[in-house]
C-alpha cells in the first residue's frame, strides 16, 4: 500500500509524545528522591534513552520484530535495520522505518522505569551494563512474544500498547533487582523526604501527556481507534486520580504525589485494554486500579521494601491488572474482541497465561542478570558515596548550591 500521510503524521507525533515520557520519568522520579539524588535519578532515564536507542537500531528491533524463532525471539534479519525501509509493506500505511521509531521510544521508557529500583544507590557503570543486557533479554523477547508474532501472539493475547510489555515487564523486574541490591542506607530510619514535588509534578504532567501517543499511537493510523484510545486513556487516569485522592484524604490529607500516583495506575491499567474497551470499562479499570496498586503500594510500605519510586506497586500491579481486564471487558464493538463479559472465557484463559509467563520470566531472567552484574562489578556505590550522594559521586554535579 502506498504511504498514507495522515497515518504517517501522527504516528510521527505519537513517537514524539513518546519520547517526551522518558525525561518526564525522569522528572517524576527525579522530584521524588532527596536532594543530594536529583540530577542523577533524572540522568539514568536520559543515560535509558540514549542507550537504548542505539540498542535498538544495532540489534534490539530486530530481536523482537525480526522473522519467528520458534516463538520466543526476532531473527537478527533485520540487525543494523537491514531490510527496514521507507515505503509501506503488506496492509500497513507507515513506513517501517517509523513503526521501528515508534517502538523504540517503547523500549526506553520501559527501562526509564525500571530506574526506580536503583534510586540513590547504583554505580553508573553497573546501570549502563545491567540497562543493556536487560533489554536485550528481557525487554526484547517479551516485545516478540506479544507484537513481533511470538507465542502469545500466536495464542491470541490482547495488549494494545503495552501492559505485559512495559508494565508488567519492568515492574516485577524492579522486584528481582530489589532482592539483590537491597535497601538505601537508613531506610526505614532516616526521614528520606521528596527533594522537589513541583518537579516530579512536572514529570507526571509530560507522562499524561505523552500517554495519548503512548496509547493513541498503537493504533497505527489516524483513526478511530486512536480517538478511542486516548479517551478512555485519560478517562481511566481521572479517575484513578481521584479514588486515589479519595482513599488518601480518608487517611488524612489528599497529597498531591498521591493524586498523581492513581493516575499513573489508572494510565499503567488502561494501557493494555486502551484499544478494546469503552468509556465504562475506561472507568472501571481507572477505580479497580487506584484501589489496588493503592494497597499494593501500603503493603510495600508496611513490608520495609525498598522499592523507592513504587514501579512494582504502581506499574507491575497497575499493567497486570490491565491486561487481566481486557481478557474480561474487551468489546466487539470497538475493535472486533470480546472478553469475559461477552461470553469469550478463552481469550481471559489466554491473558492469565501471558500474565503468569510474564511475571515468572522478567522475576527469573532480572534476578540472575542483576545478580551477575552484582557479583562481577558492584551493583551498588560505596556506603561513603551512598552518604554523600550520586549527584557529587557518580556526576560531580549539584542540583543545589
Same mark, same amino acid.
Given at each position: %500500500?502506498?504511504?498514507?500521510?495522515g497515518?504517517?503524521?501522527w /504516528?510521527?507525533?505519537?513517537?514524539?509524545?513518546?519520547?517526551?515520557? *522518558?525525561?518526564?520519568v525522569?522528572?517524576?522520579y527525579?522530584?521524588l528522591?532527596?536532594?543530594? !539524588?536529583?540530577?542523577s535519578m /533524572? +540522568?539514568l532515564?536520559?543515560?535509558?534513552?540514549a542507550l537504548?536507542s542505539?540498542?535498538? &537500531?544495532l540489534y534490539?528491533?530486530?530481536?523482537?520484530?525480526?522473522?519467528?524463532v520458534?516463538g520466543?525471539?526476532g @531473527?537478527?534479519?533485520?540487525?543494523?535495520?537491514?531490510g527496514i525501509?521507507?515505503e509501506p509493506?503488506?496492509?500497513?500505511?507507515i513506513?517501517?522505518?517509523l513503526? %521501528?521509531l515508534?517502538?523504540? *521510544?517503547f +523500549?526506553t521508557?520501559t527501562l526509564?522505569?525500571l530506574?526506580?529500583?536503583?534510586?540513590?544507590?547504583v554505580?553508573?557503570s553497573?546501570f549502563?551494563?545491567?540497562?543493556?543486557?536487560?533489554t536485550?533479554l528481557v525487554?526484547?523477547p517479551?516485545a516478540h512474544?506479544?507484537?513481533g @508474532? @511470538?507465542w502469545?501472539a500466536?495464542?491470541g493475547?490482547?495488549?494494545f500498547a503495552?501492559?505485559?510489555?512495559?508494565?508488567i515487564s519492568?515492574g516485577?523486574?524492579?522486584l528481582a533487582?530489589?532482592?539483590v541490591i537491597g535497601k538505601?542506607? @537508613?531506610?526505614?530510619r532516616?526521614? %528520606?523526604?521528596?527533594?522537589?514535588?513541583?518537579? +516530579?509534578l512536572?514529570g507526571?504532567?509530560?507522562?499524561?501527556?505523552?500517554?495519548?501517543?503512548?496509547n493513541?499511537g498503537?493504533?497505527?493510523?489516524? !483513526?478511530?481507534?486512536?480517538?478511542?484510545?486516548? &479517551? &478512555?486513556t485519560?478517562?481511566a487516569a481521572? +479517575?484513578?486520580?481521584l479514588?486515589? %485522592?479519595?482513599?488518601?484524604?480518608?487517611?488524612g490529607r489528599?497529597a498531591?504525589l498521591?493524586?498523581?500516583?492513581?493516575?499513573?495506575?489508572?494510565?499503567a491499567?488502561i494501557t493494555?485494554?486502551a484499544?478494546?474497551v469503552?468509556?465504562?470499562?475506561a472507568?472501571?479499570?481507572?477505580i /479497580?486500579?487506584a *484501589?489496588?496498586c493503592?494497597?499494593a503500594?501500603?503493603f510495600r510500605?508496611? !513490608?520495609?521494601?525498598d522499592?523507592s519510586l513504587?514501579?512494582?506497586?504502581?506499574?507491575?500491579v497497575?499493567?497486570?491488572?490491565g491486561?487481566f481486564a481486557a481478557g474480561?471487558?474487551a468489546?466487539t464493538a470497538i475493535?472486533?474482541?470480546?472478553?469475559?463479559?461477552?461470553?469469550?472465557v478463552h481469550?481471559?484463559?489466554?491473558q492469565? /497465561?501471558a500474565?503468569v509467563a510474564? &511475571?515468572?520470566?522478567s522475576?527469573?531472567?532480572?534476578?540472575?542478570?542483576?545478580k551477575?552484574?552484582?557479583?562481577?562489578m558492584?551493583l551498588?556505590?560505596k556506603?561513603?558515596?551512598?552518604?554523600?550522594?550520586?549527584?557529587?559521586?557518580?556526576h560531580g554535579?549539584r542540583?543545589y548550591?
Open positions: %500500500m502506498p504511504i498514507n500521510a497515518d504517517t503524521a /504516528i510521527i507525533a505519537a513517537s514524539a509524545l513518546v519520547m517526551l515520557m *522518558t525525561p518526564g525522569g522528572f517524576f527525579g522530584g528522591v532527596r536532594r543530594k !539524588n536529583i540530577i /533524572i +540522568a532515564s536520559f543515560i535509558a534513552f537504548v542505539v540498542q535498538w &537500531v534490539g528491533y530486530s530481536l523482537a520484530f525480526g522473522p519467528d520458534g520466543l525471539i @531473527g537478527l534479519n533485520n540487525i543494523c535495520l537491514q525501509g521507507l509493506t503488506g496492509s500497513s500505511t513506513p517501517p522505518m513503526f %521501528m515508534f517502538q523504540m *521510544t +523500549a521508557v526509564a522505569i530506574t526506580s529500583v536503583f534510586a540513590e544507590r554505580k553508573l553497573s549502563i551494563v545491567f540497562g543493556l543486557l536487560w536485550t525487554y526484547d517479551i512474544w506479544v507484537w @508474532g @511470538g502469545l500466536q495464542l493475547v490482547l495488549d503495552g501492559g505485559i510489555v512495559v508494565h519492568a516485577f523486574s524492579a533487582i530489589l532482592l538505601r542506607i @537508613g531506610f526505614g532516616d526521614l %528520606m523526604e521528596p527533594s522537589n514535588i513541583p518537579v +516530579a512536572i507526571m504532567a509530560m507522562l499524561w501527556f505523552g500517554w495519548f501517543g503512548f493513541g498503537s493504533a497505527l493510523a489516524a !483513526n478511530g481507534l486512536a480517538v478511542n484510545a486516548i &479517551v &478512555v485519560n478517562t481521572a +479517575a484513578g486520580a479514588v486515589w %485522592m479519595l482513599l488518601s484524604w480518608k487517611d489528599p498531591s498521591g493524586i498523581v500516583s492513581g493516575a499513573i495506575s489508572g494510565l491499567a493494555p485494554a484499544g478494546y469503552d468509556i465504562f470499562g472507568l472501571l479499570i481507572g /479497580i486500579a *484501589t489496588v493503592y494497597i503500594l501500603t510500605i508496611r !513490608n520495609g521494601w522499592e513504587d514501579a512494582w506497586s504502581i506499574h507491575g497497575g499493567g497486570l491488572l491486561v474480561v471487558l468489546t475493535n472486533g474482541y470480546s472478553g469475559l463479559l461477552a461470553g469469550n481469550q481471559l484463559a489466554i492469565v /497465561i500474565i510474564t &511475571v515468572l520470566y522475576l527469573i531472567v532480572t534476578f540472575i542478570l542483576a551477575g552484574v552484582d557479583m562481577i558492584g551498588r556505590v556506603e561513603e558515596e551512598e552518604y554523600v550522594g550520586l549527584d557529587i559521586s557518580q554535579e542540583a548550591t
